[in-house]
C-alpha cells in the first residue's frame, strides 16, 4: 500500500458497512481499546474476532516493542514508502492467541 487511508476513506468504508456490521464493530473495538491500556492479556483473541467479521485492516500500534521493532529494523529499504519526513512499512507478525499472522503498520 503506497498509502494509509485518510478520514474520507474511512468515512467512505464505514458509509458501506451495514448498522449490524458497525454495530458488531463497536463492542469489539472497546475491548481492543481496553486491551491496549492492559498490555498484560494477548491481542490475539481481539484481532481474530474483529477477522470473524470479515474485515481486512492493519494495526498500527507504537508500544509494540522487542521482535516486532527487531523484524521492522531488519526490512530493507526497499520496505520502506517515504510519507513526509516519516517512512512506512508493513510487517507481518503472529500475536500470542492469534490465529493467523497480522499485518502490522510500522514508521
Known amino acids: 500500500m503506497g498509502q494509509f487511508a485518510d478520514q474520507s476513506q474511512v468515512g467512505q468504508w464505514l458509509r458501506e458497512q451495514s448498522e ?3 454495530a458488531a ?3 469489539l473495538l472497546h475491548q481492543f481499546v481496553t486491551w491496549d491500556a492492559d498490555s498484560g492479556r494477548g491481542a490475539g483473541v481481539y484481532l481474530d474476532a474483529i477477522a470473524a467479521e ?3 485492516y492493519t ?3 507504537n508500544r509494540w516493542t522487542g521482535p516486532r521493532e527487531r523484524t521492522a529494523q ?3 529499504p526497499l520496505a520502506w514508502s517515504p510519507n513526509g519526513e516519516a517512512q512506512h512499512a508493513f510487517l507481518r507478525h503472529q500475536p500470542e492467541g492469534r490465529n493467523a499472522p497480522q499485518s502490522f503498520a510500522v514508521s
Do not use: F, I, M, T
Open 20 to 22: 449490524e456490521r458497525v
Open 25 to 27: 464493530l463497536r463492542p
Open 54 to 56: 470479515g474485515w481486512h
Open 59 to 61: 494495526v498500527s500500534y
Open 74 to 76: 531488519a526490512l530493507p
